[in-house]
């Protein structure tokens, strides 16, 4: 996942007034083109890094004679990878199941890896569908609502690896001199913490 361009960012201008929930059901928002680039841009990215069938995960010795795939994961169709990916993005998106046991993790995430991912791609296509390029007032149904804040967050999770966000960055962003390059990335990501936060309150 690369990172926003500054330039784009500097276009968005003074924040969106967030999600706000319809006295119909579901929520609205209002975004400027340059706000639903950035969107769009960061959610495809998500997305394309998720479809990555190897996932940045290190291949594993293949089942042999003596080594037959389980039985039932097969017959379930769960034959993924039982090694969290490699790309540190990946790997804060697809979570151990178990810290403190390996195998358990391992037997886990082959069962789950490959629905979660799939899960996390609709997530984000839904946000493609709903959200145009040129953007506008959005009216989302509250069960898209929801799949907008998984994307969401996916988002923020990725942004806040790839920028290495720490809580004491996060403190001092408001500190950065607007020449800091980190200033426009920490704005996005602050912006994402903004958008989720709305979208939270306007679901209740």
Same mark, same amino acid.
């Given at each position: 996942?690369? =990172? /926003?361009?500054?330039?784009?960012?500097?276009?968005?201008?003074?924040? *969106?007034?967030?999600?706000?929930?319809?006295?119909?059901?579901? *929520? +609205?928002? @209002?975004?400027?083109?340059?706000?639903? &680039?950035?969107?769009?841009?960061?959610?495809?990215? $998500?997305?394309? %890094?998720? =479809?990555?069938?190897?996932?940045?995960?290190?291949?594993? /010795?293949?089942?042999?004679?003596?080594? /037959?795939?389980?039985?039932?994961? $097969?017959? %379930?169709?769960?034959?993924?990878?039982?090694?969290?990916?490699?790309?540190?993005?990946? !790997?804060?998106?697809?979570?151990?199941?178990?810290?403190?046991?390996?195998? #358990?993790?391992?037997?886990?995430?082959?069962?789950? =890896?490959?629905? %979660?991912? @799939?899960?996390?791609?609709?997530? !984000?296509?839904? *946000?493609?569908?709903?959200?145009?390029?040129?953007? &506008?007032?959005?009216?989302? @149904?509250?069960?898209?609502?929801?799949?907008?804040?998984?994307?969401?967050?996916?988002?923020?999770?990725?942004?806040? *690896?790839?920028?290495?966000? +720490?809580?004491?960055?996060?403190?001092? @962003?408001?500190?950065?001199?607007? #020449?800091? /390059?980190?200033?426009?990335?920490?704005?996005?990501?602050?912006? %994402? +913490?903004?958008?989720?936060? +709305?979208?939270?309150?306007?679901?209740?």
């Amino acid at each position: 996942m690369s =990172e /926003p361009d500054p330039d784009r960012t500097g276009e968005a201008g003074d924040l *969106v007034g967030g999600f706000r929930a319809r006295r119909k059901g579901g *929520v +609205t928002a @209002s975004f400027a083109e340059s706000q639903a &680039g950035i969107i769009r841009a960061l959610v495809s990215q $998500v997305e394309e %890094l998720l =479809e990555d069938p190897a996932g940045g995960a290190a291949p594993g /010795p293949g089942p042999g004679p003596a080594d /037959p795939p389980d039985d039932l994961a $097969v017959l %379930l169709g769960r034959t993924g990878p039982a090694t969290p990916p490699d790309d540190p993005v990946l !790997a804060r998106l697809l979570p151990d199941g178990y810290r403190e046991d390996t195998e #358990a993790a391992g037997e886990f995430r082959r069962f789950t =890896e490959e629905e %979660l991912r @799939s899960g996390k791609v609709a997530a !984000a296509r839904t *946000v493609l569908d709903t959200l145009p390029e040129q953007g &506008g007032k959005i009216e989302l @149904s509250e069960q898209d609502a929801e799949i907008w804040l998984r994307a969401l967050n996916d988002v923020r999770l990725a942004l806040g *690896v790839r920028l290495e966000i +720490t809580e004491d960055i996060a403190e001092r @962003s408001q500190d950065l001199d607007p #020449a800091d /390059p980190r200033a426009a990335y920490l704005w996005v990501y602050d912006w %994402l +913490t903004y958008l989720q936060e +709305t979208l939270v309150r306007a679901l209740r």
